[in-house]
C-alpha cells in the first residue's frame, strides 16, 4: 500500500515538471510585429515658416509618416510575460526643450519601471505641463537653462497625452504611458516594429496626433489591430493612410 502511494506521488512531481517544463517552452516563444505607414495623399511639402511649431503630419522623402503610435492595448499586463532583454531599458525617459520644440517630439515610458525627465536644453526658461488622463497633473515649477525635471507616474495612460511650454505654446509633443513596453513609434521611413511579443491572439491600437485613432484599414475599426501574434515576424506590409483617414477624428 505505501509502495503504491510512492509511485502515485512519483507520477505526479514527474507530471508537474513536465507541465512546468512545457509552459516554460511556451513562454519562451516570441514574435515581432511590423509594418510601414505611407502617405498616398499628394505630396506633403515640410516648408520652413517664421514659427518653429513643428507640423502635425510629418511625411518623409519616401512617403513614410512620422510619429504614429503602435502599442499592445492590454489593461494589467502581467509582468512574467514581458520579455527579459526589456529589463535593460534605461530608466529615464528624456524629452528635452532644445531648438524651440521638444525632441523627441513623440515617446513612450514603460510604468512603473521609467520616469520622465524634462530637461531644458535651451537659452530660455521653459514652464512645462503635462495633461494627463489618469494620472495627477505634476506640478512643474519653470525650468531654467541647463536644468531638468524627474516625473514619476503612477498609473498607465489610456492614449498619448499631450506636453506643451506655457511660455512657448508653440513647443508640443506627446507621451505614451504603459504598465508594459511593447510600443513602437514610426520613424520619417513610416516604419515601426515591436519586438518580443509572447505570442498568442493581442489587440493593439493606432494613433497619431493629427486623427487619434487611426484606422488605416477596414477592420482597423477605431484604430484596432486584432492579430495572433505567431513566432519570428508578424509584418503588416505598407500600410497606406489617405487625407481622409487623417481627417476622420476619433478619440484624442
Not at 507541465?19 to 498616398?40: D, H, R, T
Amino acid at each position: 500500500m505505501l509502495r503504491a502511494l510512492r509511485d502515485f506521488i512519483w507520477c505526479l512531481l514527474i507530471l508537474g515538471l513536465v507541465a512546468q517544463q512545457g509552459q516554460s517552452v511556451q513562454a519562451a516563444e516570441w514574435g515581432s510585429l511590423s509594418g510601414k505607414f505611407v502617405y498616398s495623399g499628394p505630396p506633403v511639402k515640410q516648408q520652413k515658416t517664421p514659427s518653429p511649431k513643428p507640423p502635425s503630419l510629418v511625411v518623409g522623402p519616401q512617403g513614410g509618416i512620422k510619429n504614429i503610435f503602435v502599442y499592445l492595448k492590454e489593461r494589467n499586463f502581467k509582468p512574467e510575460r514581458i520579455h527579459p532583454d526589456f529589463r535593460k531599458l534605461p530608466n529615464l525617459v528624456v524629452i528635452a526643450h532644445r531648438n524651440q520644440r521638444f525632441e523627441p517630439h513623440a515617446a513612450a515610458l514603460w510604468q512603473p519601471h521609467q520616469k520622465l525627465v524634462i530637461s531644458n536644453q535651451s537659452p530660455r526658461v521653459h514652464v512645462t505641463q503635462l495633461f494627463p488622463l489618469k494620472n495627477q497633473r505634476p506640478d512643474i515649477a519653470a525650468i531654467g537653462p541647463g536644468r531638468k525635471e524627474t516625473i514619476p507616474f503612477e498609473y498607465p495612460e489610456l492614449l498619448p497625452i499631450q506636453i506643451k511650454c506655457d511660455i512657448h505654446p508653440f513647443e508640443t509633443g506627446y507621451l505614451l504611458v504603459l504598465d508594459h513596453p511593447y510600443v513602437s513609434i514610426s520613424d520619417e521611413t513610416g516604419t515601426f516594429q515591436i519586438k518580443n511579443l509572447p505570442v498568442g491572439d493581442w489587440e493593439f491600437r493606432v494613433w497619431h496626433e493629427q486623427a487619434g485613432h487611426l484606422a488605416a484599414r477596414e477592420d482597423w475599426q477605431n484604430g484596432r489591430i486584432k492579430i495572433q501574434i505567431k513566432p519570428g515576424e508578424n509584418d503588416l506590409g505598407v500600410i497606406k493612410v489617405s487625407p481622409e483617414m487623417l481627417e476622420q477624428k476619433t478619440a484624442k
